[in-house]
Every structure is written in C-alpha cells, then in structure tokens.
T-cell receptor, first 114, second 117 residues
Framework: GESVGLHLPTLSVQEGDNSIINCAYSNSASDYFIWYKQESGKGPQFIIDIRSNMDKRQGQRVTVLLNKTVKHLSLQIAATQPGDSAVYFCAELDSGGGADGLTFGKGTHLIIQP | EAQVTQNPRYLITVTGKKLTVTCSQNMNHEYMSWYRQDPGLGLRQIYYSMNVEVTDKGDVPEGYKVSRKEKRNFPLILESPSPNQTSLYFC????????????????FGQGTRLTVV
C-alpha cells in the first residue's frame, strides 16, 4: 500500500550545525504534509506544515522543502541546539481521500553532539 | 492551558480483561483520533471521529472500539485485550475548519503505555 518513510533512522549532528531530515512519500495524491517532533516520553508536537501548491515554507529556525517531482520532503533545522534532540516524523494527507487521517513515516532520531 | 489528557499513562493488564483508555481535550476541537506507536512502524491510526456521534475506522481498527458521546471525550476501548495490543497509544485532536485538512495542527496527548500479558 501507500507509505511514507524516512531515509535514515538516526541522524547525528554537531551542536550549532544545520540538520536536514529527509522523507520520501509514495502517494502522489497527497496534498498536505506535516513535520512532527516527538521528545522522549512525550506525544508528537506539530512543527511546520506545507501544502502541495508550495515548494518551501519557513518557520522559526525550521524550513520545509517539498519536491513533488520526486515525492521528497525535507526538514531543515538551522543552528541545531540540544533541545532539538528528538524523533522527527513526517506525515502526509490526501485531503480528498476517503480516509480522513494522516499517514506517518517511521521517524528519524536526531542526536545532537556537543 | 490547551491540552489533550490521556489516562492512565501506564497500564499493565492480562489478556481478555476489558479496559478503557480515556482521552479528553479542552480546545473544543471537532476532530479526534487514536494512534498506536510501535517500533519500526511509526504512528498508525486506529479510529477517528469527525464530531459527536461520528466515528470511523482508521488503518488498524481490529480489536478496538471508540465512542464520541461528548465533544471533549474520545475513549478507546479494548473489549478483550491481547498481547499484540501491547503498544504506546496516543490520542490527538484538531480543529477542522472549512477546507482545512482534518489533522491540521493536531495536538497529541502524552501517551498511554499499555502492556498486555
């Protein structure tokens, strides 16, 4: 079936460097994408979203890029801080589809090296 | 404070003993859903509810029931739990505005870690 996945289960970066977390999706009908952050022992937290009519969206220290041609989504975190250490999930939605919910990827664990 | 509250946070039970995990949100959200999170599988939707008295199956509904008698509450019921339902469960809610995707800015509870022995 359709799935959303992440290329790497773990990503280790130096504090202060930029982080890039990647996600590939396979449902070409998906038109809405979200990145969630899940810290240890907590539920997922919304970070940023993007609709399929955009290819880039910026938030505070985060940028999401969408390449619909290759069905690729990425989350860029600028100047990574220790508090960014978490598991990051991408999620996709086909808002015109019958199932009215998000499909989540498996997650990437971002580890910050001091 | 806007929040989604799940109870209990941790539960160990035996096979076949009915249990209910409660979920309550104080944001007047219409849309609520339940997910289970398993290693290597990410978050998978169990059931969702578009509004009071409106519920529907997600991707993995087998062995679960839900109800939505009030807008704020969305309990998850396991009538006869089995060991394969050992998992981390999350309840989520979001405001479904006109034209907005259902899970826009979903707020998640803290999670309920269930072990069925």
């Amino acid at each position: 079936g359709e799935s959303v996945g992440l290329h790497l289960p773990t990503l280790s970066v130096q504090e202060g460097d930029n982080s890039i977390i990647n996600c590939a999706y396979s449902n070409s009908a998906s038109d809405y994408f979200i990145w969630y952050k899940q810290e240890s022992g907590k539920g997922p937290q919304f970070i940023i979203d993007i609709r399929s009519n955009m290819d880039k969206r910026q938030g505070q220290r985060v940028t999401v890029l969408l390449n619909k041609t290759v069905k690729h989504l990425s989350l860029q975190i600028a100047a990574t801080q220790p508090g960014d250490s978490a598991v990051y999930f991408c999620a996709e939605l086909d808002s015109g589809g019958g199932a009215d919910g998000l499909t989540f990827g498996k997650g990437t664990h971002l580890i910050i090296q001091p | 404070e806007a929040q989604v509250t799940q109870n209990p946070r941790y539960l160990i039970t035996v096979t076949g003993k009915k249990l209910t995990v409660t979920c309550s949100q104080n944001m007047n959200h219409e849309y609520m859903s339940w997910y289970r999170q398993d290693p290597g599988l990410g978050l998978r939707q169990i059931y969702y509810s578009m509004n009071v008295e409106v519920t529907d199956k997600g991707d993995v509904p087998e062995g679960y029931k839900v109800s939505r008698k009030e807008k704020r509450n969305f309990p998850l019921i396991l009538e006869s739990p089995s060991p394969n339902q050992t998992s981390l469960y999350f309840c989520a809610s979001s405001l479904k505005g006109q034209g907005a995707p259902a899970d826009t800015e979903a707020f998640f509870g803290q999670g309920t870690r269930l072990t069925v022995v």
